[in-house]
Nanobody
Framework: QVQVVESGGGLVEAGGSLRLSCTVS????????MGWFRQAAGKEREGVAC????????YYEDSVKGRFAISRDNAKNTLYLQMNSLQPEDTAMYYC????????????????????WGQGTQVTVSS
């Protein structure tokens, strides 16, 4: 049984930072691409970042490039999202997801290839 558990969300002021973590069990973490997604109230879910199985390549949604960094520790079965220079528009529920593939598809931002999801962690950025 696959378990995906996010943590690290919270309330932060604009300009602040947060680090999200995601621990995964029940699958071959080191063979799976991983992604972070978010869904703001009243909006569709969007891809934030994707990282391939060994961490050598990552992809970002345009609005977070240069502010967010995705990384992974395969020895700990853990995925991270370092979020800096947070803005109110970053407020959303953030989800971690495991891909059924080892690389990020061209459709990763619309969840292409992702099959196992966590329950999410809330990030709220105050202005």
């Amino acid at each position: 049984q696959v378990q995906v558990v996010e943590s690290g969300g919270g309330l932060v002021e604009a300009g602040g930072s947060l680090r999200l973590s995601c621990t995964v069990s029940g699958l071959s973490f080191g063979k799976s691409a991983m992604g972070w997604f978010r869904q703001a109230a009243g909006k569709e879910r969007e891809g934030v970042a994707c990282i391939i199985y060994n961490g050598d390549r990552s992809y970002y949604e345009d609005s977070v490039k240069g502010r967010f960094a995705i990384s992974r520790d395969n020895a700990k079965n853990t995925l991270y999202l370092q979020m800096n220079s947070l803005q109110p528009e970053d407020t959303a529920m953030y989800y971690c997801a495991a891909s059924q593939l080892s690389v990020c598809l061209g459709t990763w931002s619309s969840a292409g290839g992702f099959g196992d999801w966590g329950q999410g962690t809330q990030v709220t950025v105050s202005s």
